[in-house]
C-alpha cells in the first residue's frame, strides 16, 4: 500500500531515531543519522537509506506515536493511562466527548482517533497560548475536522453542550468541574479525571460524591517495559513510577416523581 | 436521552450487583436484590427500585464492562491490556484488523468498538465451540456487523486478507502465527500479542526477528485500584499481579532494488 | 547438627502444610496429613513421615516463619517492610531499640533477632489482651530475654527511656508519638513508623517536621511472587498490593551556643 | 551521646551532599557546599556549619547508607532486597553465613551487622581487584572483625566450611554453586541467590530441584518511594524498576535408613 500525500508516517531507525513526518513526495529530512528523501511514491513499510547509509522504515505510527510526538507546552497524558480512560468510559467511533483542558493535544489526538470522523471532540482550554500550540498539533496529525476547540474556563462559563457521552478532565483543580460537567453529560455518562495528587483525588471524589455521582473509583496504571535478549529476559531497570490517579464516575438522574 | 429498544445498558446498584441487559420495554430483571421492572421509555442515567426497594441506576457501558461481562470459555483480555495494545497498534474508527484466536470474544469486542461500523475486525478461532460462544457475545453486544468470524488455524491455513492494519494474537503459541501474519499486515502494520509466561515472550520475539519484523518490544501493564474513603486513602489490598507480556512489533519490507 | 530441646523449628511439607514447633523429644504433632512424631534426637534437614506416609522436613524458620506465625490480635508487620525498616534504621547486633504499639508481637520478634542477646527491645503497648498475646509470642519464639514490654500510652507518659537507636512506631496515630520519640532518641537518632493511610503519613510527616526532625522520607515496599515452572515462567497472578507507606526521619540536635 | 573516635558518622546535609565519615577529632572535610571542621567533642545529632555557613548534621548512618557508600567496582545489592533476603534466611546476631561473590563488599557490611561480633561471614571472590575492595570497604565500615574473605572460586574448590545458616549467592552462574553450598549448609538452611535475568533463575531452580533442595520460591522485590509536600502526595515520577530476582531454597537431608 501507498502512502497518500498528507498523511503522516513515522521514519523509524530505532527509539532514539524516528521522525513523525507528514508524507511530501521529494520532500527531505534532516536527522542526526544522515539525510533522508522520500520518494515520489511511497511505499507503507519501505525501507530507505539516509546519505550516510543508514536505514529507516516506514512505518503506520502508533497512536502513541502521535500523543507523545506533539509540541508540548504542558505535561502530557501517557497512552498507558489514555487506553484505560477511554475504554472505562465507553467510547469508540461516533461517540461525543467532551476534553478540558486541551493542554497540547495529545489525549486530544488519541481521542480524535477513537471517536473517528463521524464522531465529535469539543474540547476547552483557558490558556490561549496552550489552546493555539494544540491546534496546530492536532491538525498536523490530520484529525482538525472532528475537534472542536473552545477557549473558555467551563467552570465559569459552562460548556454549551450537553448529552456528551464521556468528560475527560486534566486539570489542576477538577473539582471547579464537576457541576459543569455534570450538565453536559448525558445520564448513565461518564466522569473521567486524572491527577497527579492525591489531594486532588480526594477533593475531587468528595465533589463527585455531593452532586450525586455514582460508581465512583480510581486506579493507577503502571508500564513497565521488559528487556528482551538473546541471554536474557528481565524488566528494564527505571520506568515511569508515576504519572496520576486515574478517577472515573458516572452521572445519574434524580429519582423521578 | 431515552434508550433505544436493543441497545445495552448496565443496571447497576454495585460493583457487586450490576447486570448487563438489552433494553426491552416492560423486561425483568431477576437479582439477589430484588426484581427490576424496566419501564416503557428508560432515561440514561435513570433510578430504578426494585421491589424490595434497591436502586439501580441506568447506565452506559464501559467497554470494560462490555468485554468483561461476556460468557467466558477461555481467560479474556483485560481492558488495562487492551487500551495499551489498540493505542501501540494506532488503529482508530475505520481500521481493518485481525484478531486469532477469538476466544471468549472479549478482545473482539473491544476492537469492534474502536474500528466502528466501518472498520473491520477479522476474527480466527480453530475449536467451534469457542467460536460459537464468542459469536454469541459479540451479537449480544449489539457489534457482529463489522465482524468477520472464521473457524480455522492460520498457522496452517493462512488468514486469507491482506492489508491488515493491525494484528492482535492471543494464542498458546504465537510464533507459529509469526509468517501468517507477516503475509496479512500492511508494510508498517502491527503485531500485537499476550502471553503469560517469559518464555513465550522471548520465542516469539525470535520468531518476529528472524522474519524480519522491527521495533519488537514488551510491556507488562499493571492496574492497581485507590481506595478513597474520607477517613483515609490508600491502594487496596490485593490487586492482579500479571496477566501477560505485551509484545509489539512492525512489518517492514525488504530493501527493493 | 542437632535441633536443641527447646529450639523453634518449622516442620515442612509445603507452604499449606508447615508448622512452627518447640522441639521436645518425643513430642507428637498433629496435621491435616497425618501424625509426625519427633524422634529422640532431631537433625536438622531431616526427613520425617507422618503416620499417613507424607514427608515433612525440619527447616531453619527464617525470620518470617516466626513472625509470620505469631497467634494474631491484630495486623502484623510483614518481612517485606520489616527488612527495609531495620536496615534503613542501621540496626544490628547489640541496637537498643524501640517499638510501640506492640501489636501482636510479629515486629518484636524480628527486633529481638536481630538486636541479639546484646541488644534490647523497649517494647510499649497500651491495649492489655494485645500485650499479653505478644509476650507470649515473643516467648514462644525464644526471644524474650532481650524485650522488655511495658503496658502504657506512651503519647501520655513517655517512654522512660533514652538514647534509643531507632524508635520502630506502629499505631494509628503515630504523631501523637513524635515528641515522646524524640525525647527518647539519641541524637542522630532513627524514626521509623508504618501506616497505611496517606493521611496518616501526612499528618506525622508535619509532625515530624514541627519537631525538628530531617532526612524524612516515605516508601512503600511491593513483593511480586514469580512462579517458576518447566513449562513457563511468570508472576503471580495475584499480590498483596499495599501494607503500607513507611516513613523514615532522622532526631538532629538543635544549634548550640 | 558521643561519637567515639574511629566510628562511622553521616555527615547529612540532604540526599545529595551527604558524606559517610571515619570520625577523628579535628578532621576536615571538603564538600561541594564548603568545608566543614569536625569538633574534638562531637554529638551524635549535632548540627555543623560549613565554612559557606551551610548546616550539616551528624546522624547515625543506617545499613543502606553504609552499603551504598562503599566504593564500586560490581553492582551491589539494594537493602530493599538485602533486607528481605536476610529475613527470609532467619539469620540474626550471631549466625554464621557465606556469601560468595563479594563484589564490592555491600551485602558483605550488611551481614556483618546483623550477624554481629558474635557471628561469622565467610566471603568468597575470585577476582583479586574485586576482593581486595571490598576487603578496604568493610574495614572502613568497622567491620572486619567478623568477616573471613577468601580469594577462591568455590564451585571447582568448595568452601571449605560446613554447618552454615545460610548462604548469600550472586555471581552470574548461581546454578555452578548449588553443589558446594549444600554441602557447605547444615540441615535445614537456606539458599538465598540474586539474579538479573529469568533465564538464570530458572537454570538455578533446575539445579536446586536436582540437588534436593525444597521449598524453593523466587520474589521480586520494589521500593517506591512516595513525594510528600503540604501542597500534595504522590509517588516520585520515576523509580528502579528491576535490580533482581531472589530464589530461596532449604537443604534437606535424604530419607536415613
Same mark, same amino acid.
Given at each position: 500500500m501507498t502512502v497518500r500525500t498528507g498523511e503522516q508516517v513515522l521514519v523509524y531507525h530505532s527509539e532514539r531515531a524516528k521522525f513523525l513526518v507528514t508524507f511530501q513526495p521529494g520532500k527531505r529530512i534532516s536527522t542526526h543519522l544522515g539525510e533522508i528523501e522520500l520518494p515520489e511514491t511511497l511505499e507503507w513499510g519501505a525501507a530507505l537509506q539516509s546519505n550516510i547509509g543508514k536505514t529507516f522504515y516506514v512505518l503506520r505510527p502508533s497512536t502513541s506515536d502521535v500523543a507523545m510526538k506533539v509540541k508540548r507546552t504542558t505535561t502530557i497524558i501517557y497512552p498507558k493511562d489514555a487506553g484505560w480512560m477511554m475504554l472505562e468510559a465507553g467510547i469508540g467511533a461516533g461517540s461525543r466527548v467532551l476534553e478540558v483542558g486541551t493542554g497540547s493535544g495529545s489525549l486530544t489526538i488519541m481521542l480524535a482517533r477513537v471517536v473517528g470522523p463521524e464522531g465529535r471532540v469539543y474540547s476547552f482550554e483557558r490558556r490561549e497560548e496552550f489552546l493555539k500550540n494544540a491546534i496546530s498539533n492536532v491538525e498536523r496529525a490530520g484529525l482538525a475536522d472532528r475537534v472542536e476547540f473552545a477557549l473558555r474556563d467551563p467552570s465559569v462559563d +459552562?460548556? +454549551?453542550?450537553?448529552?456528551?457521552?464521556a468528560a475527560f478532565v486534566d486539570v489542576p483543580e477538577p473539582w471547579t468541574l464537576v457541576s459543569p460537567v455534570f450538565d453536559a453529560l448525558m445520564g448513565g455518562g461518564a466522569w473521567i479525571s486524572l491527577s497527579p495528587n492525591v489531594e486532588q483525588v480526594k477533593a475531587t471524589w468528595k465533589a463527585l460524591k455531593e452532586r450525586g455521582f455514582v460508581r465512583i473509583k480510581a486506579v493507577e496504571i503502571l508500564e513497565r517495559e521488559i528487556l528482551i535478549r538473546e541471554h536474557g529476559v528481565r524488566p528494564r531497570e527505571r520506568m515511569i513510577s508515576h504519572t496520576g490517579y486515574i478517577l472515573s464516575a458516572r452521572k445519574v438522574l434524580p429519582p423521578s416523581g
Amino acid at each position: 500500500m501507498t502512502v497518500r500525500t498528507g498523511e503522516q508516517v513515522l521514519v523509524y531507525h530505532s527509539e532514539r531515531a524516528k521522525f513523525l513526518v507528514t508524507f511530501q513526495p521529494g520532500k527531505r529530512i534532516s536527522t542526526h543519522l544522515g539525510e533522508i528523501e522520500l520518494p515520489e511514491t511511497l511505499e507503507w513499510g519501505a525501507a530507505l537509506q539516509s546519505n550516510i547509509g543508514k536505514t529507516f522504515y516506514v512505518l503506520r505510527p502508533s497512536t502513541s506515536d502521535v500523543a507523545m510526538k506533539v509540541k508540548r507546552t504542558t505535561t502530557i497524558i501517557y497512552p498507558k493511562d489514555a487506553g484505560w480512560m477511554m475504554l472505562e468510559a465507553g467510547i469508540g467511533a461516533g461517540s461525543r466527548v467532551l476534553e478540558v483542558g486541551t493542554g497540547s493535544g495529545s489525549l486530544t489526538i488519541m481521542l480524535a482517533r477513537v471517536v473517528g470522523p463521524e464522531g465529535r471532540v469539543y474540547s476547552f482550554e483557558r490558556r490561549e497560548e496552550f489552546l493555539k500550540n494544540a491546534i496546530s498539533n492536532v491538525e498536523r496529525a490530520g484529525l482538525a475536522d472532528r475537534v472542536e476547540f473552545a477557549l473558555r474556563d467551563p467552570s465559569v462559563d +459552562g460548556f +454549551g453542550v450537553t448529552d456528551i457521552e464521556a468528560a475527560f478532565v486534566d486539570v489542576p483543580e477538577p473539582w471547579t468541574l464537576v457541576s459543569p460537567v455534570f450538565d453536559a453529560l448525558m445520564g448513565g455518562g461518564a466522569w473521567i479525571s486524572l491527577s497527579p495528587n492525591v489531594e486532588q483525588v480526594k477533593a475531587t471524589w468528595k465533589a463527585l460524591k455531593e452532586r450525586g455521582f455514582v460508581r465512583i473509583k480510581a486506579v493507577e496504571i503502571l508500564e513497565r517495559e521488559i528487556l528482551i535478549r538473546e541471554h536474557g529476559v528481565r524488566p528494564r531497570e527505571r520506568m515511569i513510577s508515576h504519572t496520576g490517579y486515574i478517577l472515573s464516575a458516572r452521572k445519574v438522574l434524580p429519582p423521578s416523581g
